[in-house]
């Protein structure tokens, strides 16, 4: 019976410790996504300011396709 309780033991062990592993690599994965993203943005931005007199309805049609 004691042999039972330690192998069920070490078998819930294991399956928390994997748990626990994939959620902060999991983490991880999404901040290497949202700091990507937030240098794609800053990208698009310095095209965006780098065009000459851009008139306030293309800034507006920009905004609205969601470029800017």
């Keep these: 019976m004691k ?30 996504k949202k700091a990507e993203i937030i240098k794609n943005v800053a990208q698009k931005k310095a095209i965006i300011q780098a065009e000459p007199n851009a008139s306030r309805d293309e800034l507006l049609e920009l905004m609205r396709s969601g470029e800017l």
Excluded: C, H, M
Excluded at 3 to 22: E, P, Q, T
């Design 3 to 32: 042999k039972i309780l330690i192998i069920f033991g070490a078998l819930v062990a294991a399956f928390i410790s994997g748990y626990v592993i994939g959620s902060a690599k999991t983490k991880v994965k999404i901040v290497e």
